[in-house]
């Protein structure tokens, strides 16, 4: 069968990143198969890339006169070759062109719409304005596709959180807890500029980027006014949180490189990429700063497991095993819904529940923050995956 793609529409394809949503469609063809057959068919078991020719839908790119100008079953083909000059049409039209502005540092225009019509002969099109972080100053773009614009808008939106309250931002930059000790030991993982620019997208992300970004001056100018005394008691927190993480840090490195037994190789093997996948140069901007305060303890509890593990070698090792497995099943679908665009916020909070599961499997006195088992985590991916 055939699909037509007239040219700007075909760049808002383009600009969601995904072969026409394979991922998504994969996903629901395994749901709806399951709920025929009572059979779960794992994503990595379908393999279109094996089926015939003929049996893949035919992409034909148009211009706004109709012609056709270029046509194959590979989309990822016709979106490299012709993403950039649909787009460049699309901006290049003089419609709400006033919506464009930059050099912003406070909230000065009034509503910002969450989408436009535009007219381009004969096709009606939307464009989605979203503000955009650009350091110093805060500028409002127009985009092809809501994901895109989304993503453009959360960045923005804190930008102008922080311009609007600089007086805090620069005070918890002078005078941060332990910020030397701090430096010294991030030094090995990156920048003190970036340690410190994390450390307040993290405050900021915590007090202010709730679900819905606001899009009136007043719910902004709200916000702003109800969490405006709670930066610095957050800020403070956060430091704190982040210089016993990286403490506990070096204290597992440490050892981690200590560990000389031949039958431990596997247990320190699976700690250093579990410390990896945790610790890394931008962590503070990645971890949401609900589960930073945790990062302390998980990385106890993996030192209390190495301590532990010679007495049970094969019980940790079956507990390694298990985590490993649903851990690979979590990469997977973070990897293919990142790549779609889509939202990841449920399996972020998944990512983390592995971690309080590894505690509560090698370092039980440790406590988990929350009920968790494997069972609660299947659970709890079944309602991911619906």
Known sequence: RKHFVPAPEFARACAESMPFAEGALLRALSQQLQRMTGIEVPLHAWQPDKLPGHLFMNFAVHDEQGRRIAEDTNLALLQHRYARQARAQLQASDAHQDLRRSAIVRWDFGVLPESVQQRRGRLHLQLFPALVDAQQRVDIDLFE??????QAMYGGVRRLYMLSLNAQVQLLRRQWAGQREMVMLYATLGHRSVLLDDLLCNVFDALFMGEALPRRQEDFEACLQSRRAEVVKQGEGLASDVLQTLKACIALQQALDSSRATALAPVVADIRMQLDRMISDGFIRQVP????????????????????????????????????????????????????????????????LLEELRVSLFAQNLKTSQPVSVKRLQTYWAKIML
């Open 145 to 150: 596709s809501r994901t895109a614009a989304d």
């Open 289 to 352: 700063a609900r589960w930073l305060q945790h990062l302390p303890r998980f990385l106890q509890a993996a030192e209390i497991r190495l301590r532990r593990a010679g007495q049970k070698l094969q019980q940790d090792q079956q507990h390694a095993a298990l985590v490993q497995s649903l851990w690979e099943v979590y990469e997977r679908e973070q990897a293919l819904r990142s790549a779609q665009g889509e939202d990841i916020r449920e399996l972020t909070e998944y990512r983390w």
